[in-house]
């Protein structure tokens, strides 16, 4: 509604302004309603202009509010002098001949430089190295259309005429102002976004207006036929209406952003000489033909010259300004470079004296599980199995003493009971201390497939060896690591066959265990899912010996697990990173009151926990 009664306004300024101009058409000369509605309309449009545009000024919302200021102070300006001319000669009755020059011209002229200031002060013209700039330019267009304007029209209108200088100065000085306003206007408008363009094209307009109105009065006053009654006059009640319209849309919101950063395009670069090129070719055009050019020509070819060589002045020099900043700029970046260089190669020594101990600290930790399960292994053995043997023995003994047969099936149940239990025993004794060291890895593992085999779970295939058997914690962390891989074998590929390949590459073992089941989809990060802790441990166990550890499987295709570790000295280094003292304080570090060092296996159980997905415990995988 609002942007449509705006319409309704910008058709009915237009409609009374056709009206009038038509109106005092068929009423040439000194038709009294025909003199009271030109100048009646010519005093109400600039007071009402300069209404608008101090409500504009007074909106916080408003942008450019010193604009609108300055502008209403101009029309206000031109419309007091208006208002007396007004008045000598519809109430007083005066001639219009012997009212210029006179006082209302003191209110005209005012006008001039409060609208210049006022465009000036336009948002395009912000900062003082882009307001030279643009008021440079506006010179140049200026110049350039004033040379075309005197060369085709004013000129032999001034050089004809027979009025004096003070009426020659004055008829001339509202036209060449036109022209310098109009061209600050073109310049703003170019450079202003379009949301925010819009009042300012209204007001723009306007200034056209007004232009086409002081033209013709500069025409007519320079060969004394000049009359009130000239449909020509409407040309400034017209502007004035357009600028206060223009007041009135800057006072509603606009559509989009007002404010944005105008890029330079081409036409914008060359809008300024065009005018100078009119110029160059106009006196061009005049050289054959004996006119040559007077002063005010040549004055105005000067000024023309000064304002490029003034241009090209300000940028050359703002040209080096920004090749210094630029190697300011330089400068800083390289020193920014260097210095977050210097911080990167620090950040990345402290990750690599971590890694290194991290890794020192997981090889510790397997390294004390493994001597814990040894341990456990050897309690087992040398006390409670021989306490379960011993049972089984004395009940065997008791049982050739009893006659009574239900007692006798007692006593045979308990016995089978106790070996099922010390068998169940030997059983876990293996997996806590596999005799890896003791019968060589490979022997041992081929055991190992062998017994899988018997089970009648997976056929199972050892293919290659090593040209020097592992031995200590790699040889056991190898071992439990193809033990793992076999047991998620047995789980998802039940029925299938499992080749397990042992290489030496690359100054270390390698070892591959594939089958071809059903296959999976591994999950991205490489560690086990939630709840498992098969792949995790896998991998955090070659990783703490200085290898790598890889999982590739896809539906259909089958899995295929890979590790490699070092094998010179794969231990001994990273076996002194991390002591037992420091061990106890990181475990304290983790767990607050955490277990005494003499505990280590409940130390690395803690730490286990604490740090996953760095478990290293075998357990179920995928």
Not at 397 to 402: E, L, P, Q, S, Y
Not at 451 to 458: F, T
Not at 466 to 477: D, S
Not at 489 to 518: F, I, M, W
Request: with cysteine; hydrophobic share 45%.
């Amino acid at each position: 509604m609002r942007k449509r009664s705006f319409a309704w306004l910008v058709v009915a300024a237009f409609a009374f302004t056709a009206f009038s101009a038509v109106w005092i058409g068929l009423h040439p000369g000194r038709n009294r309603p025909a003199v009271a509605l030109d100048d009646i309309s010519e005093t109400l449009a600039p007071l009402g202009a300069a209404i608008f545009c101090f409500l504009a000024a007074r909106r916080r919302t408003t942008t450019a509010r010193s604009t609108w200021v300055l502008i209403g102070l101009s029309a206000l300006s031109w419309g007091l002098g208006q208002a007396d001319w007004t008045v000598r000669e519809v109430i007083l009755n005066q001639n219009p001949a012997s009212l210029f020059p006179s006082w209302p011209d003191v209110g005209y002229v005012a006008s001039i430089p409060l609208g210049i200031a006022g465009l000036i002060a336009l948002p395009a013209f912000r900062g003082a190295g882009t307001r030279i700039s643009l008021i440079l330019d506006g010179l140049l267009m200026a110049g350039g259309a004033l040379f075309v304007s005197w060369a085709t029209i004013l000129g032999p209108i001034y050089t004809d005429s027979a009025t004096g200088f003070e009426q020659k100065f004055l008829s001339l000085t509202y036209p060449l102002s036109d022209v310098f306003l109009g061209t600050i206007v073109i310049l703003a408008l170019s450079r202003m976004a379009p949301a925010g363009r819009r009042p300012f094209a209204y007001l723009g307009a306007g200034v056209l207006f007004t232009a086409v109105a002081d033209s013709t009065f500069a025409y007519l006053t320079t060969v004394h036929n000049f009359n009130t009654s000239n449909p020509a006059d409407m040309g400034w009640t017209l502007g004035y209406i357009l600028i206060g319209l223009g007041a009135l849309r800057a006072m509603t919101p606009a559509d989009g952003p007002t404010e944005r950063t105008v890029q330079n395009t081409r036409w914008r670069m060359v809008l300024p000489y065009v005018p100078m090129l009119a110029a160059g070719m106009v006196a061009v055009w005049r050289g054959p033909r004996g006119f040559g050019l007077d002063a005010f020509m040549l004055w105005d070819s000067f000024g023309i010259v000064t304002i490029v060589l003034l241009r090209q002045y300000i940028l050359v020099r703002n040209t080096q300004a920004l090749g210094l900043q630029l190697q300011q700029q330089n400068r800083q970046l390289d020193h920014l470079v260097e210095e977050r260089t210097r911080e990167l190669d620090r950040s990345l020594d402290g990750l690599r004296e971590a890694n290194y101990r991290r890794k020192g600290l997981l090889l510790r930790l397997v390294t004390l599980q493994d001597e814990e399960r040894r341990r456990l292994s050897g309690i087992i053995h040398d006390d409670m199995l021989q306490w379960m043997a011993v049972g089984h023995t004395r009940l065997q003994i008791a049982r050739h003493g009893v006659a009574d047969p239900k007692q006798a099936s007692s006593l045979d149940r308990a016995a089978d009971a106790v070996q099922a239990s010390i068998t169940r025993m030997r059983t876990l004794m293996s997996e806590l201390h596999p005799q890896v060291v003791e019968r060589g890895f490979t022997t041992a593992l081929g055991q190992y497939l062998e017994q899988v085999e018997n089970d009648g779970d997976l056929h199972c295939v050892l293919d290659g060896s090593f040209a020097h058997e592992p031995t200590g914690t790699v040889a056991t962390t190898l071992y439990r690591i193809t033990c793992e891989a076999v047991v998620n074998a047995r789980k998802h590929a039940t029925g299938s066959t499992v080749t397990v390949e042992l290489r030496d590459r690359d100054g270390g073992y390698a070892v591959s265990v594939r089958d071809d089941g059903p296959g999976f989809v591994p999950e991205g990060t490489g560690y086990s899912p939630a709840g498992h802790v098969g792949l995790s441990s896998m991998r955090e166990r070659s990783e703490a010996l200085g290898g790598s550890w890889s999982l590739e499987s896809r539906p259909g295709a089958g899995t295929k697990v890979r590790c490699w570790v070092p094998r010179q000295d794969a231990e001994a280094p990273a076996l002194a990173v991390v002591s037992d003292a420091e061990l106890a304080a990181v475990v304290e570090d983790l767990g607050g009151q955490g277990p005494p060092p003499e505990q280590p296996l409940a130390a690395m159980e803690q730490l286990a926990s604490s740090a996953a997905p760095a478990s290293l415990a075998v357990g179920p995988a995928r």
